[in-house]
């Protein structure tokens, strides 16, 4: 009896993810700071899951960006992700995979609309013939790209070349993972463990033998705020909101920190740089900072997918202290190198983050 | 009730974002804006469901509603169902259409945002490209990132992306059919309304205020409201 008790209110933070034939839709975030994760993604869905996952040279941003920047307006917003839908429609597909949050989000609250208001819905129909003659069901299910590496966590492990473990100690590696406000904030039960119990990369570490770190300001915004970012003079704003999450980790002594949202990482990298730079203060161990992977990334890694393959060589933040711990064997000679091996020189240290 | 007022209920977002608000602030307690700047989101709210032209009209003169970073973190802890950083996104779209948002400073970083990631979507397809993302407007992003950039083709090459390729892949071309597509959504859906808007309201301000202004992200206008603070806006 109390089992299903408790399985009842399990289930409200349960998400439906679909079993297979995935349209994808990019993230422009991620292709310019992680393309190498956008690549490990579509590989290891074809070639480690065997799943079909198609896109259309057609397809454009989401422009959710635009539209939190408060420069594009939700009626076009609406009709621009109505597009895609179009082209998910036209190329046979009904599961949709979106690789950025705020784009998940974008596509939750569109949908959202337009099952309260479906005037929208009719208005973005016309709007959307009359500029392309295109028309469009909506997607029977949504998922983020971490839902479907989620979904496949336990394959990956079965595949697994390196753990999440500490090879020299045994014991398993402390991850803190940062979720992303649009993934389940807006929307709990669009999100593996809604907002309250966020499950999608805490799942992933477990199931690759590391250990979840419940740290205070777990749920808190990595300080993105767009319009808060983006503007030169606000970028305060943003540094403070990443540091108060540092300042709050630390204590853990975290060997990694994961995220699911492409800006995210980004943020969670640079403002490392950025406050050691500043202040002289690093968060990681003997003057490095702490490791910021996307869940691609740790993905490909517990695959043994060599690291200047997953484009660890564009972080800011050294991983090599968390390659070590897991026994990742890589050559730092060909860190930077370029295609078959060119030199195309090296990203100058910064003075005092050690790198 | 007055013009502003009948304005923002025509947007779905308000009457989404605001039933009856109980002023408990919780989404205050919550809001990481609020522990940066002087805003409160509860304040917004209770201004908002006061119905007062005026307060609503000095609302969107004032800085106040460019302080949040729309994360919706209010969104889960409200009791009511209410999402404030919702109701700031029509009060801003609301700011804009007026062309009140030039009377404050942070409102009038809005051109920045217009012509840095507005002009991308439909000149690229992206809101974030690369080629648009320079080194000096990004010093955090760090020495690696200025290696990146000046060594973008052969990075780009060794990730495995399609950059500036045909056909699918990451940082591929969208194709110009596509680009006029997107225009054309815009063109109908008041996207590109809103873009000459921005420019219009921002080069009458430009004046008065004696800035030079052009169509660059250089011009003196651009500059002052892209790096510029003159008054105090944090805690
Ligand atoms: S929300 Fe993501 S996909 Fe959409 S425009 Fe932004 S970065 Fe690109
Ligand atoms: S955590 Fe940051 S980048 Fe990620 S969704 Fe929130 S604001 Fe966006
Ligand atoms: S949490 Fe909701 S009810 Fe409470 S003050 Fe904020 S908007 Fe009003
Ligand atoms: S959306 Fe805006 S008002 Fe709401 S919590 Fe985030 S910053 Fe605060």
């Not at chain 1, 399985?7 to 700071?33: G, L, M, P, T």
């Not at chain 2, 399609?162 to 591929?172: A, H, L, Q, S, T």
Request: hydrophobic share 30%.
């Amino acid at each position: 009896m109390i089992i299903e008790g408790k399985q009842r209110i399990w289930a409200d933070y349960q998400k439906e993810i679909a079993d297979d034939h995935y349209f994808y839709v990019r993230s422009c975030i991620r292709q310019n700071f992680f393309p190498a994760s956008e690549v490990t993604f579509w590989k290891i869905i074809r070639d480690y899951v065997h799943k079909d996952i198609f896109e259309n040279e057609h397809h454009s941003s989401c422009s959710g960006i635009g539209y939190h920047s408060d420069v594009v307006p939700f009626t076009t917003t609406q009709a621009v992700v109505a597009r895609q839908f179009a082209l998910m429609t036209e190329n046979g597909y009904k599961n949709l995979t979106s690789s950025c949050i705020t784009s998940f989000g974008v596509y939750s609250e569109v949908l959202e609309t337009w099952k309260n208001f479906p005037e929208e819905l009719e208005r973005t129909r016309d709007i959307l013939y009359k500029a392309t003659k295109r028309e469009f069901e909506v997607p029977e299910n949504v998922a983020h790209t971490s839902d479907l590496i989620f979904k496949y966590r336990n394959q990956i492990n079965d595949m697994a070349k390196y753990r999440l473990v500490n090879v020299k100690t045994g014991e398993p590696l402390n991850g803190v993972e940062h979720i992303g406000c649009h993934y389940a904030k807006m929307f709990p039960s669009k999100g593996v463990g809604g907002a309250e119990h966020p499950y999608v990369l805490a799942g992933m570490i477990e199931s690759w033998g590391g250990r979840v770190v419940d740290y205070p300001e777990r749920r808190a915004c990595c300080g993105f705020g767009f319009r808060q970012y983006f503007v030169q003079a606000n970028r305060g704003y943003s540094v403070a909101c990443t540091k108060r999450k540092f300042e709050s980790m630390e204590p853990y002594k975290p060997d990694f920190i994961l995220t699911n949202c492409p800006g995210c990482p980004y943020f969670l990298d640079r403002w490392q740089y950025v406050i050691a730079e500043m202040e002289g203060k690093t968060y990681g161990e003997n003057g490095y900072g702490i490791p910021v992977l996307t869940y691609e990334e740790l993905a490909g890694l517990v695959l043994g997918i060599d690291p200047w393959d997953l484009g660890l060589q564009m972080h800011q933040v050294s991983v090599e202290p968390l390659l070590d711990k897991m026994g990742i064997s890589y050559d730092p000679v060909k860190k930077y190198l370029g295609v078959d091996n060119k030199n195309i020189g090296q990203p100058t240290c910064p003075s005092v983050l050690k790198v | 009730m007055g013009k502003l007022y009948d304005m923002l209920k025509k947007d779905v977002r308000y009457q989404e974002a605001l039933k009856a608000c109980i002023n408990c602030g919780t989404c205050s307690a919550i809001c990481p804006a609020a522990s940066f700047y002087c805003y409160d989101p509860l304040e917004i709210m209770e201004i908002v469901q006061s119905q007062n032209e005026t307060q609503l009209e000095e609302l969107l003169k004032s800085d106040k509603i460019w302080y949040c970073g729309e994360c919706l973190s209010c969104s889960t802890r409200c009791p009511r169902g209410n999402t404030p950083g919702l109701l700031i996104m029509a009060l801003r779209k609301l700011s804009q259409d007026t062309g009140l948002f030039v009377e404050s400073e942070k409102g009038r970083q809005q051109l920045a945002l217009k012509r840095a990631i507005g002009d991308n979507i439909v000149r690229t397809g992206y809101c974030i490209y690369i080629d648009t993302m320079k080194p000096e407007r990004h010093p955090e992003s760090g020495p690696v990132y200025e290696w990146i950039y000046n060594n973008r083709d052969e990075v780009m090459k060794r990730m495995g992306a399609n950059y500036k390729g045909d056909g699918p892949g990451p940082m591929r071309n969208i194709p110009q059919e596509t680009l006029d597509e997107i225009k054309k959504i815009f063109d109908l859906s008041g996207g590109t309304e809103l873009f000459e808007n921005i420019e219009k309201y921002s080069e009458q301000k430009a004046k008065e205020m004696g800035l030079q202004f052009d169509e660059t992200t250089d011009c003196e206008y651009f500059n002052e409201i892209f790096t510029k603070t003159t008054k105090k806006h944090t805690l």
